[in-house]
């Protein structure tokens, strides 16, 4: 388990599912109009689904507990046991999802090396597909991921991947858990990052704010098979509109807010590397910092006695902006950067 803070928390950027649902959200949770989803009677939910669907350029949406389940339905929805879907290496299908696809559906996962810029080349995916053999695995999906790590990954070079992968028969799966991000940094309409996959998964309850809540969109006949597979998975909800009422709300509202997080990520970025103390780098909404002389935990702490909580691995920080990190807690952050080294 984690320390209990030190202090009262002024500045949390361990990460950006850590946000609470504010005064307009939360009465847009209580006004939610509810019905039994599983019967297809949540008209919040049916909103929802059909909305992001429509903003992506799909025919369908799936709403779903959260981005692993979304990512586990949607491979076992383009994959059966005996299939390989490839992913980059770093990805959280691969790193980060207890390798639910294999566990529960038989799926091959294949790691791939990524690209500088987070993404997986056309060219490594034409040097993995399998060839039709006995002893292989019949490769059928590819996962991209974006924004990864922070960083967006470019439009051309995702929709090379894509490319690459449906020459050869195989499905693309894009993990957009933080979807928005990516469009934002990338400067393009959704429907044009969406575009380069068969679906795509959107997470709500990061940069966005809801408290809960990920959107499978995809092709009809495919997001019917996925329903299926989110019930074997216990992921049918009922009265889910108090639930897709703050992910509506989330959509309607904070996308906006999200250039102004990257911003800020900016900003910490350039207060760190003025202290230097180690390498700095962002992207999106994350900051990631490493200290020259390793003195994470000791940071950590220090940190944590000031009410800043930071993430990451003990040798990199990761530092992840969201809406409920103001200016003034920003400053806060900063401020316990400078006074742990004296600058
Ligand atoms: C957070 C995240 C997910 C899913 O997370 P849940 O906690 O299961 O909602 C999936 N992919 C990426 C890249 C993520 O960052």
């Given at each position: 388990?984690?320390?209990?803070?030190?202090?009262?928390?002024?500045?949390?950027?361990?990460?950006?599912?850590?946000?609470?649902?504010?005064?307009?959200?939360?009465?847009?949770?209580?006004?939610?109009?509810?019905?039994?989803?599983?019967?297809?009677?949540?008209?919040?939910?049916?909103?929802?689904?059909?909305?992001?669907?429509?903003?992506?350029?799909?025919?369908?949406?799936?709403?779903?507990?959260?981005?692993?389940?979304?990512?586990?339905?949607?491979?076992?929805?383009?994959?059966?046991?005996?299939?390989?879907?490839?992913?980059g290496?770093g990805?959280?299908?691969?790193?980060?999802?207890?390798?639910?696809?294999?566990?529960?559906?038989?799926?091959?996962?294949?790691?791939?090396p990524l690209s500088d810029s987070g993404g997986v080349s056309?060219?490594v995916?034409?040097?993995?597909?399998?060839?039709?053999?006995?002893?292989?695995?019949?490769?059928?999906?590819?996962?991209?991921?974006?924004?990864v790590g922070?960083r967006a990954v470019p439009?051309?070079e995702?929709?090379?991947?894509?490319?690459?992968?449906?020459?050869?028969?195989?499905?693309?799966?894009?993990?957009?858990?933080?979807?928005?991000?990516?469009?934002?940094?990338?400067?393009?309409?959704?429907?044009?990052?969406?575009?380069?996959?068969?679906?795509?998964?959107?997470?709500?309850?990061?940069?966005?704010?809801?408290?809960?809540?990920?959107?499978?969109?995809?092709?009809?006949?495919?997001?019917?098979?996925?329903?299926?597979?989110?019930?074997?998975?216990?992921?049918?909800?009922?009265?889910?509109?108090?639930?897709?009422?703050?992910?509506?709300?989330?959509?309607?509202?904070?996308?906006?807010?999200?250039?102004?997080?990257?911003?800020?990520?900016?900003?910490?970025?350039?207060?760190?590397?003025?202290?230097?103390?180690?390498?700095?780098s962002?992207a999106?909404?994350?900051?990631?910092?490493?200290?020259?002389?390793?003195?994470?935990?000791?940071?950590?702490?220090?940190?944590?006695?000031?009410?800043?909580?930071?993430?990451?691995?003990?040798?990199?920080?990761?530092?992840?902006?969201?809406?409920?990190?103001?200016?003034?807690?920003?400053?806060?952050?900063?401020?316990?950067?400078?006074?742990?080294?004296?600058?």
């Amino acid at each position: 388990m984690p320390d209990a803070p030190a202090a009262p928390v002024r500045c949390d950027l361990r990460s950006d599912t850590v946000t609470r649902p504010d005064a307009a959200m939360r009465r847009a949770m209580a006004a939610a109009e509810v019905g039994d989803d599983v019967y297809g009677e949540d008209p919040e939910v049916n909103r929802l689904e059909s909305e992001l669907a429509a903003m992506l350029g799909k025919e369908a949406g799936l709403f779903l507990p959260s981005g692993t389940q979304s990512n586990l339905v949607a491979i076992l929805t383009h994959c059966g046991r005996g299939d390989e879907a490839m992913v980059g290496a770093g990805y959280h299908v691969f790193r980060d999802e207890a390798a639910g696809a294999a566990v529960l559906g038989g799926v091959a996962l294949l790691p791939l090396p990524l690209s500088d810029s987070g993404g997986v080349s056309a060219r490594v995916i034409a040097a993995a597909l399998r060839p039709d053999d006995v002893h292989y695995p019949v490769s059928r999906l590819l996962c991209l991921e974006n924004t990864v790590g922070g960083r967006a990954v470019p439009l051309a070079e995702t929709r090379a991947a894509a490319e690459a992968a449906r020459r050869a028969g195989l499905s693309v799966h894009l993990d957009g858990a933080r979807f928005f991000n990516a469009v934002t940094a990338l400067g393009c309409g959704p429907a044009d990052l969406a575009g380069v996959a068969d679906t795509v998964s959107v997470c709500l309850s990061k940069g966005l704010g809801a408290p809960v809540g990920t959107v499978l969109v995809g092709p009809a006949a495919l997001m019917a098979r996925a329903r299926r597979q989110r019930k074997i998975l216990g992921g049918g909800m009922r009265q889910a509109g108090i639930l897709a009422a703050a992910g509506r709300h989330a959509l309607a509202c904070n996308r906006a807010g999200l250039a102004g997080d990257h911003a800020r990520a900016a900003e910490l970025a350039g207060a760190l590397s003025d202290l230097g103390a180690g390498a700095v780098s962002h992207a999106t909404n994350m900051v990631f910092f490493t200290p020259d002389g390793g003195e994470t935990a000791a940071l950590r702490r220090a940190l944590s006695a000031k009410g800043v909580l930071i993430g990451g691995q003990p040798r990199r920080i990761r530092m992840v902006l969201h809406r409920d990190v103001e200016d003034s807690a920003l400053a806060a952050a900063i401020e316990a950067f400078r006074g742990f080294y004296g600058g």
